[in-house]
């Protein structure tokens, strides 16, 4: 009895925490600005991941443009 219940317990034990189920809900509180109060918007890990990965991609777009200056003539 108890080396199953040690079996199952280390089994569950033994998830990887890197990867969350991608079917999970998880909620987050955002601020939002002009009041004090929060927000919480639940979605699953996979959709938390592709909002970040849209993010970072974005980001990532926006440091690689070229920049173009215009300099006054004399």
């Given at each position: 009895?108890i080396l199953t219940t040690m079996a199952l317990f280390a089994a569950g034990i033994s998830d990887d925490p890197a990867k969350?189920?991608?079917?999970?809900?998880?909620?987050?509180?955002?601020?939002?600005?002009?009041?004090?109060?929060?927000?919480?918007?639940?979605?699953?890990?996979?959709?938390?991941?592709?909002?970040?990965?849209?993010?970072?991609?974005?980001?990532?777009?926006?440091?690689?443009?070229?920049?173009?200056?215009?300099?006054?003539?004399?």
């Amino acid at each position: 009895m108890i080396l199953t219940t040690m079996a199952l317990f280390a089994a569950g034990i033994s998830d990887d925490p890197a990867k969350p189920d991608p079917q999970k809900r998880v909620c987050k509180q955002q601020k939002q600005t002009g009041t004090r109060f929060t927000k919480t918007t639940c979605r699953t890990s996979a959709e938390w991941e592709a909002i970040a990965e849209a993010a970072r991609k974005t980001a990532a777009e926006s440091f690689n443009k070229p920049v173009i200056s215009i300099e006054k003539g004399s």
